[in-house]
């Protein structure tokens, strides 16, 4: 019985812990199906996490807290965009620093705010968004898988990655193309972030997202940048987190062992530390193993000139 409740938890707790890394991977799909390397997820996750708990916490509205989230990526994207876009920066540069802008002016602003360590007050059970955000993740998928399966939009985000040239012959705007698909990656990435925060936490905490942004792009990479399969790994994902989770602190009994190695330990406790590194360890297995095979669009990183 002890492990049919176990199980249940494992699986209740991956539904939760998929949800911001399904929000943040199909984010950064819009993105790079259109050209754009997407490696700032982080940063905007970061910001919506903080974002939406802020809001929140000042409105008692957990759903313009969490509409809110979204915004705050969307804003951290339009700055990438700015660089990357328009100013034809470095795109994995420019990402990375627009992360370490998020990591280091949030943490500020929180103290300016709440006059803490960098965190958000708690938020009470009754202004917490705990079904919602779960539930749009699952949904995003579906419209997700729509949007470029049968709409012409998704089907010019797919050109302006793979064919910009074609696609700006037809008559539509690569840099506009590449503008909605940056922008609706942030508001879906920090629509993860804000499910972090408000739906799978009570406020918000100093780098809090703890590499999901990452885990997110990673996931879309193994998913081979397809929204179903991106939506699988992102699964997956959350599995190793919330079996990390679940299984910190758990005895282990004698009898699972077969090994007479083992025979002499009766009972050992799993470290926290090492269940807690189980995910980030499989990612790098999983991703080193699907890295080579996946392929990327074929115009993902080359900056759109018009006039070439």
């Given at each position: 019985m002890e492990w049919i409740n176990l199980l249940s938890s494992i699986f209740g707790a991956t539904i939760r812990m998929s949800a911001p890394l399904i929000f943040a991977a199909l984010g950064g799909l819009f993105s790079e199906r259109s050209g754009i390397i997407n490696i700032a997820l982080e940063g905007k996750m970061l910001a919506g996490a903080f974002t939406a708990a802020t809001v929140t916490t000042l409105t008692h509205?957990?759903?313009?807290?969490?509409?809110?989230?979204?915004?705050?990526?969307?804003?951290?994207?339009?700055?990438?965009?700015?660089?990357?876009?328009?100013?034809?920066?470095?795109?994995?540069?420019?990402?990375?620093?627009?992360?370490?802008l998020a990591a280091g002016s949030v943490p500020f602003i929180a103290q300016l705010l709440f006059l803490n360590t960098g965190s958000t007050?708690?938020?009470p059970m009754d202004n917490r968004f705990i079904h919602g955000p779960i539930i749009a993740a699952w949904v995003i998928i579906g419209l997700t898988w729509v949007w470029f399966k049968y709409t012409p939009y998704g089907m010019w985000h797919k050109f302006a990655g793979e064919h910009p040239d074609a696609l700006q012959t037809s008559g539509i705007d690569v840099i506009r193309t590449r503008w909605s698909g940056i922008l609706l990656s942030g508001f879906l990435a920090g629509l993860g972030g804000a499910t972090l925060s408000i739906c799978l936490s009570s406020s918000y905490t100093r780098n809090m997202t703890a590499g999901r942004g990452y885990m997110a792009l990673a996931a879309l990479i193994v998913g081979g940048w397809k929204p179903l399969a991106a939506a699988f790994a992102c699964l997956a994902f959350g599995f190793f987190d919330a079996l990390g989770i679940t299984l910190q602190g758990i005895q282990i009994p004698k009898s699972i062992f077969e090994f007479q190695i083992l025979n002499h330990i009766w009972n050992f406790v799993v470290s926290p530390q090492f269940i807690q590194i189980i995910p980030y360890i499989l990612t790098i297995v999983i991703v080193a193993g699907f890295v080579g095979k996946s392929r990327p669009p074929k115009a993902l990183g080359q900056p759109y000139l018009r006039n070439r």
């Open positions: 509205s957990p759903f313009l807290g969490f509409l809110c989230g979204g915004l705050a990526g969307m804003v951290m994207s339009a700055i990438y965009g700015l660089f990357v876009i328009n100013f034809k920066s470095n795109q994995i540069v420019t990402g990375t620093a627009i992360t370490i007050p708690e938020i």
